[in-house]
């Protein structure tokens, strides 16, 4: 690595913004670099979320969010394709139980259409429970969006991080944002806590501390409050199964508690929502009020829900902005300042069109370039396992045999990947669910395993 050299462009932040941003920025001939406080990719929010692809009929009319989300969902297929990514198209439903949720869902349908959002369909009580019988059966109706789905968020991010540094954007990791450099008005380099990188633009994407960062820029319009969302992971069972994501009808305040199945099979509920002071935005522990607060709230909407099959509980912050929308913006003081903050809910969903829109800015800023000559696709394989020890018995000797961890030669291919001592969220790249071989024990042999490859305890 040139510590002198100069890059036409520099990202701050490695989750779904920042690294989406970068993927898309590695297709271009352009010298782009990624920075994060953290040693990993997907560390702040995009590793505490629901993992859900919005349809789009919901936010308001006239916001971002609104314009975004649409595309955002249907640019999915496209990284889907390029990544090998699965992206699960469950579709969901809003449910009500009264005759006044009824009235807004139907608002909601009638708002969706007008969008252009395909594949919405209204709902009779007696066809809501025919597609998910282990619905409330008090159910009056719900709105089915079929666009709707749901992706695994930390294999995506690990992918398009990975993609883009493999297409010649440099990763600065472990490395805190402490400032600017600037020069006739412009930015020109950023202070961080492992020494200064020189960008001619900076597109800030650090989440929930975007608003600390875009005042170090001198912008400081839009502060952000960490709204916190705890969440329960249970291992699937037919009693509480579902086959659609599941919403209540939305309040004003969020989308509410959602029962969801996940990418990879389990089933998630939550999340709550709850404001956090700014002293509080990297606190991301679980309470017993927020816990009990989801299983009162989804068990509304399914009442056998139990938590015998908890496989952890976890929660992460997401950066709720004062403008209560996205705020992506190109600013002439200082010059060469990109903010894409404020990407709170439907952000997931939004992340390839927000990605579009924020490398049009940086050609603005930067000049028109032509393609990467030499970009190339590395793609996620699906595994199976069960079906592949069948022709390879080395598929059926697992790291921690009777549980659902990976195979040991599944663990080889995310090695040679390119994991190594970049551990890029090593479990996430090999594993077969969220199960549990999250457990201690997978967890001691996982680490046996990485020492026996020359890796140190503390690596």
Known sequence: MDDNQVFDVAVIGAGIIGSGIAYELSKLDISAAIIDKADMPTQGTSKGNSGILHAGYDDPEGSLRAE????????YDDWQQELGVSVRRTGSMVVGFSDSDMDYIRSLSDKGTARGVEGLELLSGEEVKALEPNLNPEVKGALRAKTAGVVCPMRMVNLLFKNAAVNGVTPFMGREVLGFQFADDGVVGIDTSGGSVRARTVVNAAGVHGDEVS???GIEDYPITPRRGEYILLEPHPDYNVGHVIFPTPDTHSKGALVIPTATGDILIGPTAHDLPKSEQDNTSTTREGLREIMDKTSKLVPTLSTTLTVKT????????????FVIERYDKPAGFINAIGIRSPGLTAAPAIA??????VEESVGRRGPNTTFRNIRFVE???????KEDIRWADS????????PKVLLEEAWNFGVQTEIYNYSCFCDRGLGVDLGSTFQNALIAYLQEQGLSLDE
């Not at 579009?356 to 800015?361: A, C, L, T």
């Open 215 to 217: 005042a170090m820029a």
């Open 68 to 75: 975004l989300v649409v595309e955002g969902n249907r640019r």
């Open 399 to 406: 790291l921690t045999p009777n549980l659902d961890s990976p």
């Open 383 to 389: 595994h199976h396992p069960t079906e592949e020890a």
């Open 314 to 325: 976890y929660a992460g912050n997401r950066a709720e902005p004062n403008t209560k929308d």
């Open 356 to 361: 579009d829109r924020v490398v049009s800015m």
